[in-house]
């Protein structure tokens, strides 16, 4: 998986060929999706879990491996999911989002998360691991806004196809039934409002998501 992913990664950053970056892109939200689930099972089990690679390195070097990847990827997303970005490139970054399973990692973490502060945008080379919940729980939210951003996209075809696949993303059954078929405006603007509501159910009592909101909103 590792060689696998830099080898995605280095054509990502080489290739200029526009229909082979968005490839790539939904690429590395598959390759993600194992990244995440290795990642979070690690930090939120009480059991050790031994990573079996080739060479000498430990788990703590391996999770802020997992944890480099991931902050990659959530840059790369927001990156993408830019105005300026054409809007097939950002149809890529919508689709390698959902793929990456990032945004259902949110009902995983609320439970743990814990109220000290950890500053926005904290990189890799800060990572310990008994605040590797934080930590990952802020790349979480990064996705999630990235997602609610591509969710106002001007085009369409954009946010009514990503309005359908987020839907999958919430945890209650309750929710699911209350979004109904409607027109393109109104129906993304109800999904938009059910991000913000599932977000407060998991995340209303941590002090960072509320820092992370008024962040969210000045900028």
Known sequence: MFQFWNEIVSLYKQ????KTQETLVRCLGVCTKRITMLFASSILSNERIEFLVCGEINQ???????FDCIVFFCNMIKQRSSSSEPASMRQAA????????LLEQAGLLGSFVLNNQIPLGTS???FVKNEAVNLYAHQVLD???SCIKLL???????????????????TTEKTR????????PIQVDRVIRFCFDHL???????????DYLSVGITS
């Open 152 to 170: 106002e996209d001007e085009d369409d075809s954009v946010r009514l196809r990503l309005s359908s696949d987020v839907q999958k993303c919430f």
């Open 177 to 184: 039934s209350n979004l109904t078929p409607g027109s393109v």
């Open 124 to 126: 890799s080379s800060c």
């Open 200 to 210: 407060s159910s998991i995340f209303g009592h941590w002090i960072d998501y509320f």
């Open 143 to 145: 996705a999630w806004f």
């Open 15 to 18: 290739t200029r060929h526009a």
């Open 94 to 101: 919508a689709e390698s989002l959902i793929a990456s399973g």
């Open 60 to 66: 703590e070097e391996m999770l802020s491996w997992l």
